[in-house]
């Protein structure tokens, strides 16, 4: 297994981001190798081999750490950035049992280091660009909450032991129902909205791939048995460009979802128009070379 590698990278703003190398999957022994039949980048066997499945491979990228927080993103604006909705970017306050749980406070407020949310697909990928990079593929996401795991695909980017209150940020809306199902555990107790969990580590140290906010990824929304992804390249495949679409893919559990949406496998197909979704947000890639 090759070692994850950080590297502090310096980007547009101040400072840096700190970034982990998501590295190419190798061929395994015996006849295995690494595929996406669903992109699922899980090990496959010569029988599925015959029956059509093929490998797909990922180029080195380089993935932030942690998921973008509200203070990055304010950094963001203070040097330069021009969001694509300004009104976006005001909230009456973090009230996670009403349904207005945008973290941004037009000062600085309590929420600086909590996920930025409640920002559309447009802006998301404006700010990464801001910064050098892009909104992950979503093979790109899936490799990094998969990559440096051994043997088969993970059931979540730390492994297959069941998720906790204190590993993961979810279940964390009280007085509401839950988005996707009842909450197996409620978790409120351990704080509301996508509060910080640094044991949300993947192999690779990646923080908050399971839960948190669910994250955009630069592909429209389109079923693994559409075209689109059938005719993908076999390096680095995406449905990226594609002509417009008015949904997009966001990837990972969220603070809102019960522990069964904090799976490797999680999608979400929303619409790119709607700015104001307060479990998803954003974290960026960036080429091997570095912004």
């Not at 593929?137 to 297959?160: M, N, Y």
Request: hydrophobic share 35%.
């Amino acid at each position: 297994m090759r070692r994850a590698m950080s590297d502090p990278r310096v980007v547009a703003g101040a400072g840096t981001v700190d970034v982990v190398l998501v590295y190419p999957q190798r061929v395994p022994k015996a006849g295995r190798h690494w595929i996406m039949p669903s992109l699922g980048l899980m090990y496959l066997s010569a029988s599925l081999r015959r029956a059509g499945y093929t490998v797909r491979h990922i180029d080195h990228t380089f993935m932030e750490r942690d998921e973008v927080t509200v203070a990055k993103y304010r950094d963001a604006v203070a040097h330069g950035l021009v969001p694509a909705a300004p009104t976006e970017l005001t909230t009456s306050g973090f009230v996670a049992d009403n349904g207005d749980a945008c973290p941004y406070t037009p000062q600085p407020g309590p929420y600086e280091a909590y996920a930025m949310a409640c920002i559309g697909w447009d802006a998301a990928r404006a700010y990464c660009q801001f910064r050098g990079g892009d909104l992950p593929t979503e093979a790109q996401w899936e490799r990094a909450a998969t990559a440096g795991a051994p043997g088969f695909k993970p059931r979540f980017p730390w492994g297959d032991d069941d998720p906790t209150c204190d590993r993961a940020s979810y279940g964390r809306s009280y007085a509401m129902p839950p988005l996707f199902g009842p909450f197996d555990v409620a978790c409120s107790s351990s704080g509301t909205g996508p509060s910080p969990s640094v044991s949300d580590r993947s192999s690779l140290g990646i923080h908050a791939l399971a839960g948190g906010v669910s994250e955009w990824t630069s592909d429209p929304f389109f079923s693994f048995t559409a075209d689109c992804w059938n005719l993908a390249p076999q390096r680095d495949p995406s449905c990226v460009d594609l002509a417009p679409h008015a949904t997009a893919t966001a990837r990972g559990g969220n603070w809102r979802g019960s522990s069964g949406n904090l799976d490797v496998l999680t999608r979400l197909g929303l619409s790119k128009a709607e700015p104001n979704i307060d479990y998803v947000g954003l974290r960026c890639v960036y080429a091997s070379g570095g912004p």
